[in-house]
């Protein structure tokens, strides 16, 4: 049974930092984080190919947020810096096993097989 943990949200002031931590287990073609604020649809953020370590941003946290993995660990982060409030929201950890076929394209979470239980992230003005 695949399992993804989330850790690392919390509140901050506008400027500020967080790290977001992704427990996963097996080897998953590509995780990525999307995140979804009370009455909006869920957006990706960003993504890592866990083979060849590509990585892809949404422009809107493009230059400030970075998507990592440490294979050792099993374990993917996304760094948080100058936050805005705007990046208030729930933030969910996913991962898709296998590769298989893509309908919709990585950025739809539809494509996306399993999902961590959030961790909620608020950025104070």
């Known amino acids: 049974q695949v399992q993804l943990v989330e850790s690392g949200g919390g509140s901050v002031q506008a400027g500020g930092s967080l790290r977001l931590s992704c427990g996963a287990s097996?080897?998953?073609?590509?995780m990525g984080w999307f995140r979804q604020a009370p009455g909006k649809e869920r957006e990706g953020v960003a993504r890592?190919?866990?083979?060849?370590?590509?990585?892809y941003y949404a422009d809107s946290v493009k230059g400030r947020f970075t998507i990592s993995q440490d294979n050792a660990k099993n374990t993917l982060y996304l760094e948080m810096n100058s936050l805005k409030p705007e990046d208030t929201a729930m933030y969910l950890c996913a991962a898709r096993y296998p590769c298989g076929w893509v309908e919709y394209g990585w950025g739809n979470p539809s494509e996306y097989n399993y999902w961590g239980q959030g961790t909620q992230v608020t950025v104070s003005s």
């Open positions: 890592i190919y866990t083979g060849s370590g590509n990585t």
């Open positions: 097996g080897s998953p073609y590509i």
